[in-house]
C-alpha cells in the first residue's frame, strides 16, 4: 500500500511540475529565438532548458524571468546561466574506445574475436537470465554479475556499426565512437 501511495504522489507531483513548467516555457519562449529542454539533474527542478535570446531581447527576456521569479515567490528558484556563446542545440559524445575495455566486454558476454549483433544480443540475454538477481535470490554476486553484464553489453553495442563486428585489438584502437545525444526538433 505504501508503495502504491508513493507512486499516486509521485504521479501527482509530476503532473504539477509538467504543469508548471509548460506554463514557464510558454513565458519565457515569447521572448526566445529557440529553445531546448534538457533533462532534469534530480527531482527538486522543475525544468531545465537552454532558450537562445537574440541580444536585443535579453533585458525583456530577464523581465519575464523576474515577473514569473515574483508570481512564484519563494516557491520557486529561478537560475539563469549565462549568456553563454551561441552554440547547436545537437548535443554530441565523441570518445575513443580502449580495446582493453572491448575485450573485457567481449569475454564479459564469451564472445569470439569476430560477433554478429545477434550473437551478442543472444549472449546477453542469456547470461542476464542466468545471473539476474531475482532467479538467485540466495546469490550476493548475482547484482554485480548482472550490472557488469549489462554494462558489456551497453560497451559492444556502443562499439559495433557493422554487420559483422571486430574485437581484434588494430581495429578498436583506430575506432572513434561518435553518439548523438539530443537531435534538434524539426521547425
Known sequence: DRINLGKMVKSVLDEKRNRCATEILEVLKEEAEDFRSHPLMDDSMIMNTAFLIN???E???EQKVNQ???KYREKIDFRIVGSLPPYSFSTMEVRTVEFEAVDAARKALGLDDEAT???I???YRDLTHKCHPDENPDDI???EQFKRVSEAYKMLTYYC?????SFREADVKNFVMVKVLELPESP
Open 59 to 61: 533585458k525583456e527576456f
Open 68 to 70: 514569473l521569479n515574483e
Open 121 to 123: 544480443k543472444e549472449a
Open 161 to 165: 556499426q557493422h554487420y559483422k563486428y
Open 141 to 143: 554476486h548475482a547484482m
Open 55 to 57: 541580444r536585443s531581447k
Open 117 to 119: 549483433m545477434f550473437e
